[in-house]
């Protein structure tokens, strides 16, 4: 039927962060590191979809202006994946098409 497989990803290589050291004051003030994996890209969607939630409540949807009449109050987990998913770009150098969960 045309859909792809609903798959997101986001960055999380080489992301910096906060080198904290535990039992320290002010472990996290100065020090910054790279890190990589999954605790870094979950950041990156959840901020986004929190961005996107805003977008909504604050009633930028239609006119992408600021109007409280075109408030939309308590927006849907639904509607926040469709627009990350729709908003999402193709990987190159990867086959985007996995047959049996996506496009056959």
Do not use: H, W
């Not at 039927?1 to 992301?15: F, I, Q, S, T, V």
């Not at 605790?39 to 979809?49: I, K, N, Q, Y």
């Not at 239609?62 to 109050?73: H, T």
Request: charged share 20%; proline share 7%; aromatic share 6%.
């Amino acid at each position: 039927d045309g859909r792809m497989k609903p798959d997101l990803m986001a960055p999380g290589n080489k992301m910096l962060s906060a080198g904290a050291r535990p039992n320290e004051q002010g472990e996290c003030d100065s020090d910054l590191v790279y890190k990589a994996g999954t605790s870094m890209a979950a950041p990156v969607v959840s901020g986004t979809a929190a961005k996107i939630r805003q977008y909504f409540r604050q009633g930028y949807y239609p006119s992408g202006e600021k109007n409280s009449d075109d408030a939309y109050p308590n927006p849907s987990g639904g509607l926040l994946k469709a627009v990350l998913l729709n908003g999402a770009q193709a990987l190159l150098g990867v086959d985007n098409v996995i047959r049996g969960g996506g496009v056959t």
